[in-house]
């Protein structure tokens, strides 16, 4: 029972988190962080624990799904060198610095630990990053790279991980012999698995009719190629990545909006109470691990979470700074102008994505599944947590500001994009409307005709239609709600009768929401 009640009290205390973050206007994330530490320096000691292979499958598996579907493959074709240079390169040197300052700092970790600890605190994170830029209006090749680098850089990271934890166990050293046979398995055996199961998956998917069927066999779909790859001795976290692309594109897998729009909210929110949950337990392990710990060593600690702290976002920002500075000279060198599907890059936009590196629930859950005797695992998990903590606090709140110093601006492309897609829809619908004198064809007509016009003449913005009688059916809809509700309540009608008209009405108030 007292799991049950630790679970129900984190969730409370989400609530709570996310309402003071809309009111401060704060990125959830550095709320949570700082509960999670407020719950490690607690007088009080809950005991829980998860299972480290738990922990890596509850927590990064739907989160890194979320992320997967909503890649856009050809923003990420236009950015692939900018993306893989984070994904990679930056994230390859923020593991070996990191390891090496642990390995400096504790010269009696084994190397295997001090890189697990790099490949822990490397990678930014998608769903941190996200919450960070959501109010934030950059250029959008900036954007792009970001939303990319997050995804594609836990699937390099998880890797070195898994192939460090593997080091430790075997009590030595991994040798090419092993990583590279064990690298291209990975490779090539996860994303052909991930493409397959996305064709399997997305068979079965559009047979199912009924909104909960479909999401609940969403999340166990997803849990389900997690486990079939680690089973298979591929990489759970790039099937992951390959299957959610794969799958965001079947048309097989295509859902109607009856369904889609219940899931993307169920999702929206599973991810949220995932990293509730998870910075709230990476608090109740490390006020364990204080409350355990020998005199001294907390100062130890600390001082290894500041080097690693200061070490990580140093070279991130080296590291984009310096790409930056070298991409615009070749552009310069070859004649050209500007990137294909965006300006320039020049100091500004590497400042901005390098101080845009925030850690998050990608950190923290491996940290967690961390073995129970893996060596210095206090130092790690605390190390690990004082990087997440110190990035969103530090760069989080920052990064609006900085932004608008530099005076970055958003381009608009989407808009532009936007606007030749609705031109583009409304003839597609006028195409298909026959004029025979239907009732209601003439104003169906009328009504594509008007949103038509209303995104050809646009200059900016997105081209969207703003009907004058918008206004008054919102106030009807408002006015028949009322109604509606006195009817129940005064009896007229059963509550059957009211569900069946309450959802004709939140549809069409939905309908009319969407066209502001």
């Not at 993307?264 to 998870?278: E, K, M, Q, S, Y």
């Not at 997440?388 to 920052?398: A, E, K, M, N, R």
């Amino acid at each position: 029972m007292i799991v049950f009640e630790t679970i129900l009290g984190m969730l409370a205390v989400g609530v709570l988190i996310l309402g003071l973050a809309r009111r401060g206007h704060l990125p959830y994330p550095v709320l949570l962080a700082l509960a999670g530490v407020g719950i490690a320096f607690a007088p009080f000691h809950v005991e829980f624990h998860l299972e480290p292979d738990l922990v890596l499958a509850l927590f990064v598996a739907p989160v890194l799904l979320d992320a997967a579907y909503d890649t856009s493959l050809r923003d990420l074709k236009r950015n692939w060198g900018a993306v893989l240079s984070l994904a990679l390169v930056a994230v390859g040197l923020t593991t070996a610095a990191a390891a090496f300052v642990v390995h400096w700092i504790v010269p009696g970790i084994p190397w295997a630990a001090a890189i697990a600890i790099g490949a822990i605190v490397a990678p930014p994170d998608a769903v941190a990053t996200t919450t960070v830029l959501q109010d934030v209006r950059l250029p959008h090749r900036v954007s792009v790279i970001l939303r990319n680098e997050a995804l594609l850089n836990d699937a390099s990271t998880l890797l070195i991980y898994r192939l460090a934890l593997a080091a430790v166990a075997s009590g030595g050293g991994i040798g090419t012999e092993v990583i590279a046979p064990a690298f291209l398995l990975s490779l090539v055996g996860s994303v052909v698995a991930g493409l397959a199961l996305a064709w399997i998956v997305g068979g079965i998917t559009r047979r199912i009719e009924d909104a909960p069927s479909s999401i609940i066999f969403q999340f166990v779909s997803t849990f389900g190629v997690w486990v079939v790859s680690e089973r298979l001795g591929m990489s759970p976290i790039l099937t992951i990545v390959a299957y959610g692309m794969t799958l965001a594109r079947l048309p097989a897998a295509y859902q109607s909006a009856r369904l889609r729009i219940p899931s993307f909210a169920v999702w929206d929110t599973a991810v949220v109470v995932l990293n509730v949950l998870a910075f709230l337990i990476i608090g109740l392990e490390l006020g364990a691990v204080i409350a355990s710990a020998p005199d001294g060593e907390l100062g130890r600690w600390a001082v290894v979470g500041a080097a690693v702290l200061a070490t990580v976002i140093a070279v991130r920002l080296g590291w984009t700074l310096a790409a930056a500075l070298w991409s615009r000279r070749q552009l310069k060198l070859n004649g050209a102008a500007d990137l294909d599907g965006g300006g320039a890059p020049d100091w500004r936009t590497g400042l901005v994505i390098g101080w845009a590196g925030t850690r998050g629930i990608v950190t923290v859950a491996t940290a967690l599944a961390l073995p129970g005797d893996f060596p210095e695992r206090g130092m790690l998990l605390f190390c690990a947590f004082a990087v997440t903590l110190g990035t969103l606090v530090i760069q989080g709140p920052t990064l609006r500001p900085l932004v608008r110093v530099l005076r970055l601006k958003d381009d608009g492309p989407v808009a532009r994009e936007v606007r030749i897609a609705r031109v583009a829809l409304a003839e597609a619908g006028l195409a298909a409307v026959r004029d025979d004198g239907a009732p209601g064809m003439a104003a169906l007509r009328d009504e594509l005709d008007y949103e038509r016009r209303v995104a050809a003449d646009a200059d900016d913005g997105d081209g969207r239609p703003t009907p004058p009688e918008k206004a008054l059916r919102a106030g009807v809809l408002t006015v028949r709600r009322q109604r509606l509700l006195e009817l129940r309540r005064d009896g007229t009608i059963g509550d059957d009768a009211f569900h069946v008209l309450e959802e004709e009405i939140d549809l069409a108030d939905l309908a009319t929401a969407t066209r502001t």
